[in-house]
Nanobody
Framework: EVGLVESGGGSVQAGGSLRLSCAAS????????VGWFRQLPAKEREGVAA????????YYRNSVKGRFAISQDSAKNTVYLQMNSLKPEDTAMYYC???????????????????WGQGTRVTVSS
């Protein structure tokens, strides 16, 4: 059974940093798309960043470009989201998702994923 476990969320002040982790069990991040999404109550889930583990191609939401960085550690079978210069509008529940596909097209464009994590909360205060 595949499991995705997110960690690293918390509460920080604006301008601070957090690093989220998405560790997979029962699945290997190999030539697959792994993405981070966020959602506020009553709002649609939105893509934040994604990485195609087969070639390292990355995708970012415009509002986080230059502040967030997605990366992978193949040895640890973990994908990270380094979040710097956090803003109050980054406050949300963050989810990790995996699409077992040869590109990030479906995941990034349509939020279609084979697996979702349970989420980790990020709160940024002003």
């Amino acid at each position: 059974e595949v499991g995705l476990v997110e960690s690293g969320g918390g509460s920080v002040q604006a301008g601070g940093s957090l690093r989220l982790s998405c560790a997979a069990s029962g699945y290997t991040y190999r030539r697959t798309c792994v993405g981070w999404f966020r959602q506020l109550p009553a709002k649609e889930r939105e893509g934040v960043a994604a990485i195609y583990t087969g070639g390292g191609f990355t995708y970012y939401r415009n509002s986080v470009k230059g502040r967030f960085a997605i990366s992978q550690d193949s040895a640890k079978n973990t994908v990270y989201l380094q979040m710097n210069s956090l803003k109050p509008e980054d406050t949300a529940m963050y989810y990790c998702a995996v699409d077992d596909a040869p590109s990030c097209g479906n995941l990034w464009a349509d939020n279609e994923a084979d697996y979702w994590g349970q989420g980790t909360r990020v709160t940024v205060s002003s």
